[in-house]
């Protein structure tokens, strides 16, 4: 236990660059999804070109960042997306990517398949039509589940399957093994957060108390799924979760969005965790430089949670889920187990909740085609 305290020690003041970089390649979508974090559908005009996008991964292979996280939007919506694969694996940076799974074919799954340190996520939010079109859009299940069939069929070994924790996804956990184990697939799952879209979906889609209580108990007997330190806050019932169980914002962990602008989190997609913009002076010199992320990296105040015994195994919970709902970073989250946050929410008098920005949400729905 100590060392582990001291290795979070250390993480916590921040280290000379992230070991988990989030990089959103582009806000273009072909689905809606209600609780997309970053809002995406409408490409940005000002999205990274393709010189811009190699000399930024020039720059992460400079700093010795030995992967990426790729996400959107829809990565694969980029005509230059293998462009920009192909450049990171040749520079040894290793790329993670999510993905819809609707631009994955035959040929592309093969393709796929033929890069080395490549990590494929296939996102469902649902272990059956039903419940996964209802969240992303009518015919987003059938389009996952043939791209894991063109991944399988191309040999491309173990892909992930992601998928966000909501009221009605958390009663299929059983359902999401099955699939992930059909298909000699990893299941990551990953907590619904109040940002983007899902600010407006956040009340009726969060998990109770009871079923937050059932996941803990479900992911301890299951090490072997991965949660990415999705659900830190769940470890204040026991003993921790695997992983470093704290906010990593500015610490270890920001984004980049699709026009170079970097942000603590990639849940804080908001003018106040906005650190400065690679165009600027480039990333490292945001990383290192930036008032944000220094003031991050000073000791935390544990504030409300403070005088609670279980503040060392949660930590206070997510500065995302607090800071869309309304709370003060010092408040505990909102899915507290002891149910702290819904106190502290029920105190508020006035309730001004930030909106998260920008919004790239499409304004005609699009169809989704599996090919």
């Not at 990089?23 to 999804?33: F, H, K, Q, S």
């Not at 907590?191 to 108390?209: A, C, I, K, N």
């Not at 600027?280 to 000791?299: H, I, K, Q």
Request: contains cysteine.
């Amino acid at each position: 236990m100590g060392a582990n305290s001291s290795l979070r020690d250390k993480f916590e003041r921040g280290l000379a660059a992230p070991i988990c970089l989030t990089w959103e390649l582009t806000y273009a979508c072909n689905l809606a999804c209600t609780h997309c974090l970053s809002s995406s559908g409408r490409r940005d005009p000002k999205e990274l070109n393709t010189d811009e996008a190699k000399a930024l991964i020039d720059e992460i292979a400079a700093m010795q960042i030995f992967y990426i996280n790729i996400g959107g939007g829809e990565p694969m919506i980029r005509r230059d997306f293998f462009e920009i694969i192909e450049h990171a694996v040749n520079q040894k940076v290793g790329v993670k990517f999510s993905t819809n799974g609707t631009r994955i074919d035959a040929e592309a799954a093969k393709k796929l398949a033929a890069i080395d340190y490549l990590d494929i996520q296939i996102s469902i939010d649902g272990a059956d039509a039903e419940t996964c079109d209802k969240i992303r859009g009518e015919g987003s299940y059938a389009a996952a589940r043939l791209a894991m069939d063109h991944l399988r069929d191309a040999n491309f070994g173990e892909f992930k399957i992601s998928v966000v924790m909501t009221r009605d996804s958390i009663e299929q956990l059983d359902e999401f093994e099955a699939i992930a184990k059909h298909y000699g697939a990893q299941l990551r799952l990953t907590r619904l957060r109040p940002s983007g879209r899902g600010v407006d979906v956040w009340d009726e889609l969060h998990p109770t108390q009871e079923q937050n209580r059932r996941l803990y108990k479900w992911l301890m007997e299951r090490p072997n799924v991965l949660t990415g330190d999705s659900f830190f806050h769940l470890s204040a019932l026991g003993d921790p979760l695997d992983g470093l169980n704290l906010c990593g914002a500015g610490r270890v962990v920001c984004l980049i969005d699709p026009i170079g602008e970097v942000y603590a989190c990639p849940f804080v997609i908001h003018e106040e965790f906005k650190a400065g913009n690679i165009r600027d002076a480039g990333f490292n010199a945001v990383w290192t430089e930036s008032d944000l992320f220094t003031s991050l990296r000073e000791p935390g105040n544990p504030g409300a949670c403070g005088s609670c015994g279980s503040y060392d195994a949660c930590r206070g919970g997510c500065m995302a889920a607090k800071f869309f709902t309304g709370l003060e970073l010092t408040d505990p989250d909102p899915e507290c187990v002891f149910g702290h946050g819904e106190t502290a929410l029920a105190a508020k008098k006035v309730m001004l909740i930030p909106k998260p920005s920008p919004d790239h949400s499409r304004r005609v729905p699009v169809a989704i085609t599996a090919r």
